[in-house]
């Protein structure tokens, strides 16, 4: 996708609305992986979301594995303060928003 040209938004996009899930990885390798979002997001106050697998393991349902999890509060609290806060810059919230 990036050496095709597909920038971070279009890559966003197609993750969130294809599902495409070489897509997701792409996003993922540019931030470090799946322990950096979860490293991020820690620092951000949420200790409940986590990513620790890539697409396409993170889809095994396990019963009570706790990997790649979140809870409905965390996802909700976690966005807010993305929307809200001053984690990211103006331009990158607006592009969170569209």
């Known amino acids: 996708h990036l050496t095709d040209g597909m920038t971070v938004r279009e890559l966003c996009s197609a993750a969130i609305t294809m ?26 106050g949420d200790h409940v979301t986590r990513l620790d697998r890539w697409e396409p393991e993170l889809n095994e349902a396990i019963p009570n594995d706790e990997r790649d999890t979140t809870m409905p509060a965390a996802m909700a609290t976690t966005l807010r303060k993305l929307l809200t806060g001053e984690l990211l810059t103006l331009a990158s919230r607006q592009q969170l928003i569209d």
Not at 19 to 44: Q, R, V
């Open 19 to 44: 599902s495409d899930n070489t897509a997701a990885n792409l996003l993922l390798t540019t931030i470090g992986g799946p322990k950096e979002l979860t490293a991020f997001l820690h620092n951000m």
